[in-house]
């Protein structure tokens, strides 16, 4: 009888055991997916710049939590990996009644910069719509940014440079002139050369070593050509005379296609140019540590 109480003693024993264990790692599991853990993790993320890893901890954390520097580093954590979309529809839920409504507001601005949606920019600049009057000064700026980087409905000089520093000014008159009157070379001019002066078009181009040897190639052919038919070599001159043909069309072809590739390069240097000064800049943005 007493080794069956004993045995039924010892039985509840575990169980209740058993139940407080199990009661315990339910309790560290719900503290483990608390909302103040997953806020802290989520911070964590971010400052380790796994932004992926960190909007999915935010978002969870947001569910249940309405916090202005969470939803912000939600929003630019989006930014940060290039979903630019995203991002300015986050921050656009900060506009009101948020102690991050100005930067919030700067940063939207900074979504429709750098996903290139320059005309939303412009419009939303124009109208002053969501505008953060604390950060005026750098959404002139970047607004100036997007005709450089577009190059398109350019407005006036004054305008353009204005928001930036004298020592900066030189340099960003340089570009606008650059945009408005490209020093470009024309493909019909420089044929035109090439055919009065086999070569001329090139040199035209800025191709000198490549215009002499033109030059030089038609003109020698041209003079075996004759010289061949003078002393009645009639197939040596015709031969040199096709040579002096296909050298002398090369020559007016070659010059046409080299005032494009003049041109072409024109505008890829001087949007390299332009974007390496932007970029060098940071775009002028301010550090903001939120």
Same mark, same amino acid.
């Given at each position: ?123 939303? %600049?124009?109208?002053?719509? +969501?505008? $953060?009057? /604390?950060?005026?000064? &750098?959404?002139?700026? @970047?607004?100036? !940014? ?29 570009? %606008?002139?650059?945009?408005? +009157?490209? $020093?470009? /070379?024309?493909?019909? &001019?420089?044929?035109? @050369?090439?055919? !009065? ?94």
């Amino acid at each position: 009888m007493i080794n069956a109480v004993g045995s039924r003693n010892l039985f509840l024993m575990l169980i209740l055991i058993s139940s407080a264990k199990l009661f315990a790692q339910s309790g560290a599991q719900e503290d483990l997916f608390s909302p103040n853990n997953r806020l802290k993790f989520a911070n964590h993320l971010y400052s380790e710049k796994d932004y992926l890893r960190a909007i999915g901890e935010y978002k969870d954390f947001l569910k249940s939590t309405d916090n202005d520097t969470a939803r912000f580093r939600f929003a630019n954590s989006f930014l940060r990996i290039g979903r630019y979309d995203e991002a300015a529809q986050n921050f656009k839920i900060l506009f009101i009644g948020s102690k991050l409504e100005e930067e919030a507001k700067l940063f939207y601005y900074q979504s429709l910069f750098f996903s290139k949606d320059f005309n939303a920019f412009q419009s939303n %600049y124009d109208s002053r719509l +969501n505008f $953060p009057q /604390k950060y005026s000064l &750098t959404l002139d700026r @970047l607004n100036s !940014a997007t005709y450089f980087l577009s190059k398109t409905n350019l407005p006036s000089e004054a305008v353009l440079i204005k928001p930036f520093e004298d020592s900066l000014q030189t340099k960003l008159i340089y570009f %606008y002139q650059m945009m408005k +009157n490209p $020093p470009k /070379k024309n493909p019909v &001019t420089a044929a035109l @050369l090439s055919a !009065a002066i086999p070569g001329a078009g090139k040199v035209y181009t800025g191709e000198l070593t490549d215009g002499l040897i033109a030059f030089g190639a038609t003109l020698l052919s041209g003079f075996l050509a004759v010289n061949n038919f003078q002393h009645d070599h009639n197939f040596r001159g015709w031969l040199f005379t096709g040579l002096t043909a296909f050298f002398y069309g090369g020559s007016i072809y070659g010059s046409a296609a080299s005032a494009q590739i003049y041109n072409a390069r024109l505008r890829f240097n001087l949007d390299s140019e332009i974007k390496i000064f932007f970029e060098e800049r940071n775009y002028f943005l301010p550090k903001i540590d939120l």
